[in-house]
């Protein structure tokens, strides 16, 4: 990966230098900041494709900036999750009950860089910042048209845990409350006091639905992270989400009681 974030850089920063302008003049033309300019001319920052672009065009690159493109998407998203990525950015309907932690399409960038960096064994700064641009990236899911159909179901106890400190947290559940007025997102709270909970019985899961081929599930454990198209496996956790959501608040409820934490925050 770093290999070619040097490679792009470089030329980002030759094509800049032929121009005779500044970082900050750049970042100006653009819309980004000088920093963030200096960051991708090192190959410490991936730069998105609307960045390129406009490089490309400020810098009179003729296109060769902007062929970076498909190389840079390729080392966007870390191994692991580049598969899941593109089945969310796929799907017409997705479904996910998140036990532990906010879940990630849900994530501030505040939030998720607190998570990681309670990671432990510890992970370095780069890895860090490529794992939350990549969790940010897979939020485009909320401005795809036509929309997919969102519903997520959270433990109460995901919006009381105060990751990153208050602030950080009213952040997040002030996000969680403006992604939960979009007509095409449901978000549900399960609150701690149900005597039946169905989720107990497993860990936080998702079920994607995508626009050609099988409905697939991923489930999630302290180590691994699988996703199977078995049917077997697939009914069972859509039965299973289906009754968390009937034993969960609703939509409504639910907002209303994350606008209650908010002000208790």
Same mark, same amino acid.
């Given at each position: 990966?770093?290999?070619?974030?040097?490679? /792009?850089?470089?030329?980002? $920063?030759?094509?800049? @230098?032929?121009?005779?302008?500044?970082?900050?003049?750049?970042?100006?033309?653009?819309?980004?900041?000088?920093? &963030?300019?200096?960051?991708? %001319?090192?190959? $410490? =920052? *991936?730069?998105?494709?609307?960045?390129?672009?406009?490089?490309?065009?400020?810098?009179?690159?003729?296109?060769?900036?902007?062929?970076?493109?498909?190389? +840079?998407?390729? *080392?966007?998203?870390?191994?692991?999750?580049?598969?899941?990525?593109?089945?969310?950015?796929?799907?017409?309907?997705?479904?996910?009950?998140?036990?532990?932690?906010?879940?990630?399409?849900?994530?501030?960038?505040?939030?998720?860089?607190?998570?990681? #960096?309670?990671?432990?064994?510890?992970?370095? @700064?780069?890895?860090? %910042? =490529?794992?939350?641009?990549?969790?940010?990236?897979?939020?485009? *899911?909320?401005?795809?048209?036509?929309?997919?159909?969102?519903?997520?179901? &959270?433990?109460? +106890?995901?919006? !009381? =845990?105060?990751? #990153?400190? !208050?602030?950080?947290?009213?952040?997040?559940?002030? !996000?969680?409350?403006? /992604?939960? &007025?979009?007509?095409? +997102?449901?978000? &549900?709270?399960?609150?701690?006091? !149900?005597?039946?909970?169905?989720?107990?019985?497993?860990?936080?899961?998702?079920?994607?639905?995508?626009?050609? #081929?099988?409905? /697939?599930?991923?489930?999630?454990?302290?180590?691994?992270?699988? /996703?199977?198209?078995?049917?077997?496996? +697939?009914?069972?956790?859509?039965?299973?989400?289906?009754?968390?959501?009937?034993?969960?608040?609703?939509? =409504?409820?639910?907002?209303?009681?994350?606008?209650?934490?908010?002000?208790?925050?």
């Amino acid at each position: 990966m770093s290999e070619v974030l040097e490679m /792009v850089g470089r030329h980002v $920063r030759r094509w800049r @230098e032929r121009a005779g302008l500044t970082q900050a003049e750049v970042g100006s033309a653009i819309g980004y900041t000088e920093h &963030q300019v200096s960051a991708v %001319e090192r190959g $410490r =920052r *991936i730069p998105k494709p609307v960045f390129l672009d406009k490089a490309d065009e400020v810098l009179g690159a003729e296109g060769m900036l902007a062929e970076f493109k498909e190389d +840079v998407e390729k *080392i966007r998203y870390p191994k692991k999750v580049r598969h899941l990525a593109r089945l969310e950015a796929d799907a017409v309907e997705l479904g996910a009950y998140a036990a532990h932690q906010v879940h990630g399409l849900l994530q501030t960038k505040c939030y998720a860089e607190a998570l990681y #960096g309670m990671h432990r064994p510890m992970l370095d @700064e780069d890895t860090i %910042e =490529r794992n939350v641009a990549a969790r940010m990236a897979r939020q485009e *899911i909320f401005t795809q048209w036509p929309a997919p159909f969102l519903s997520f179901v &959270q433990d109460e +106890v995901t919006l !009381r =845990r105060p990751v #990153g400190g !208050r602030m950080v947290m009213r952040g997040q559940l002030e !996000r969680l409350l403006e /992604v939960g &007025q979009l007509r095409n +997102v449901e978000i &549900q709270v399960m609150p701690t006091d !149900r005597e039946d909970h169905a989720g107990l019985s497993g860990g936080s899961f998702r079920l994607l639905d995508p626009k050609n #081929g099988h409905k /697939v599930a991923q489930a999630e454990g302290a180590l691994f992270s699988r /996703v199977t198209a078995e049917r077997r496996d +697939v009914h069972i956790l859509e039965a299973r989400y289906g009754i968390i959501r009937a034993q969960a608040l609703s939509p =409504r409820e639910s907002l209303a009681f994350i606008e209650k934490l908010l002000g208790e925050t």
